[in-house]
């Protein structure tokens, strides 16, 4: 009886199983669908899709550059609005500055995901570098304290691209190539963090540095910090360009009760996952409340929350760094000019870019992206806690070490956040990434809202306490980056992070 019970069921199954494929594939080849045209053209292309990579590359680049174009020049910017009263104070008011962009973009990237999961993910990043274009050159012509702040928290508001970008590099891309992808978006965005202050250490102020090619009089000499954001509005333009190359991932399916059966009448994405083999398999929902599903997906709340204090140190060190490297030597800096400065980010966005696309995915292959990120939060630790040992050094023997130390310590941070990003796209199917990746930009930008506010506090608090016998003036900020660093490192492993199911978090792709 059990036995002829067992057959029973296992020929509904067998059967069920041949009607959901069929299903399947009226939904997999819609002609009218750009979801199924894209994953027609990457069955029938199996290698690594390096066109679609370098647009995303482009576009990414053009949204971090804005984020610390200013930092090399964000001091010498509060000193000519002339609203710090004592020059220890440059650093609290600059803070305010550096925060009033993710702040903007903490408000809305859950609006974007959203958006980018019901109209497709090409919208809005269309809509996102043409924001790029306008508010950054609209900084660029600041006067004042408000007008810098109101700038930046319009351009965090409006540019909603990070987010349905992460989506769709993973989307664009074969599972075996998955980590490439994201491998793109981090390497892009670590090089635009780090290449956006070397641009504003060289460009900003060219009355100043280029007395021969820009007078006092010119456009570039009233508004010293509008060329280097010119620039990047000028790439913004581009990507804006390159946003109408790019093919949409997200489907799109007409449901009608009038439709004849033959019609396109496929389940949706939520319910079946097709991995990158070209196989099939079901994936089960406990629920049809998508939104609040996501909320209750451990592996990925562990993993955003995971990623948003890597991401809050990280924000922190990159306008103390700056901030650092700028201010006077009687106050632990370096004394560096914005030039010199853009010098030693230059060389370390060159060597990110290296290490990123050549030897990253292989890292990931061989260790995984959790334990790839431990490695990186425990080297981080005693790196920064050589800092305040280095600003002792002068000449040659400083130049060579920063340069070494900057670099080192920016492949450490965007390994980390790869290894995260990883985590974050394969714990959601397709139709809920880009909610997914709007939560994570929420998050994430709350925590680096708090970042340049309270990292440029910080600094200003340490640089009055010189004289203290307990962690003096510049090692007092470099340790409480590393307690930053050392929670982040904790809570990568159990139980607090939870990994996904690779049997569950097969994303239509």
């Given at each position: ?19 959901l ?12 669908c750009p ?76 609006i ?20 790029v ?7 660029g ?18 540019c ?10 993973s ?17 892009s ?81 939520s319910?079946?996952?097709v ?12 629920g049809?409340?998508?939104?609040q599903?996501?909320?209750?997906n ?40 914005s ?37 990186g ?34 492949l ?61 003036g ?5 340790f ?19 990994l ?5 978090s097969?994303?239509?792709?």
């Open positions: 009886m059990s036995d002829s019970l067992v057959g029973w069921n296992r020929k509904r199954m067998s059967e069920n199983r041949e009607a494929l069929k299903q399947e594939e009226r939904f997999y080849h819609d002609e009218n979801g199924c045209n894209t994953n027609k053209l990457k069955e029938s292309n199996p290698g690594l899709p390096l066109k679609h990579l370098f647009y995303v590359f482009i576009i990414v680049l053009s949204t971090a550059l804005p984020i610390s174009v200013l930092f090399p020049f964000l001091y010498f910017m509060i000193e000519e609005f002339q609203i710090a009263k004592r020059e220890e104070d440059i650093g609290f008011y600059a803070g305010f500055v550096g925060s009033a962009f993710m702040f903007g973009r903490a408000l809305t990237s859950v974007w995901g959203i958006i980018a999961d019901r109209y497709g993910r090409r919208p809005v990043m269309i809509f996102g570098t043409v924001s274009a306008i508010f950054n050159t609209l900084f012509f600041s006067r004042s304290f408000w007008m810098a702040v109101s700038t930046r928290f319009l351009l965090g508001s409006l909603g691209i990070l987010g349905p970008i992460r989506a769709y590099a989307e664009i891309c074969r599972k075996e190539y998955q980590s490439m992808g994201m491998s793109i978006v981090s390497t965005w670590g090089i635009g963090l780090v290449i956006g202050p070397s641009l504003g250490g060289f460009l900003a102020q060219p009355a100043e540095k280029f007395p021969t090619a820009f007078s006092k009089e010119s456009l570039f000499g009233r508004f010293p910090y509008l060329l280097p954001c010119l620039l990047i509005s000028i790439l913004a333009l581009a990507a804006t360009v390159v946003c109408f190359w790019i093919p949409e991932t997200l489907h799109f399916h007409s449901r009608s009760d009038e439709e004849s059966e033959d019609s396109c009448n496929a389940p949706a994405p319910t079946y996952a991995d990158m083999r070209g196989s099939l398999q079901r994936y089960e929902e406990k049809q409340d998508s939104q599903n996501l909320l209750r451990w592996p990925l709340m562990s993993s955003i929350i995971t990623y948003c204090v890597f991401q809050l140190h990280d924000m922190a060190y990159t306008e103390i760094f700056s901030l650092w490297a700028i201010s006077p030597r009687k106050h632990g800096g370096l004394s560096y000019s030039a010199e400065v853009g010098e030693v980010l230059a060389i370390s966005g060159f060597g990110l870019l290296v290490f990123q696309l050549l030897l990253y995915p292989l890292v990931e292959r061989t260790f995984g992206p959790v334990i790839v990120s431990r490695i939060a425990v080297l981080t630790i005693p790196l920064l806690s050589s800092y305040a040992f280095i600003a002792m050094l002068s000449g040659l023997t400083l130049a060579l070490l920063i340069n070494c130390a900057s670099l080192l310590k920016n450490l941070s965007v390994t980390i956040t790869t290894g995260l990003l990883l985590l974050q796209n394969r714990a959601v199917t397709q139709e809920k990434r880009g909610a997914a990746n709007g939560i994570s930009m929420t998050a994430m930008s709350l925590f680096k809202a708090v970042g340049p506010a309270a990292g440029g506090s910080l600094f200003s608090w340490a640089q009055k306490r010189q004289n203290e016998s307990f962690l003096p510049d090692h007092m900020v470099f409480i980056l590393n307690v930053i660093e050392a929670l982040g490192l904790l809570m990568t492993f159990k139980p607090f992070l939870a996904p199911d690779d049997e569950h097969v994303a239509q792709l």
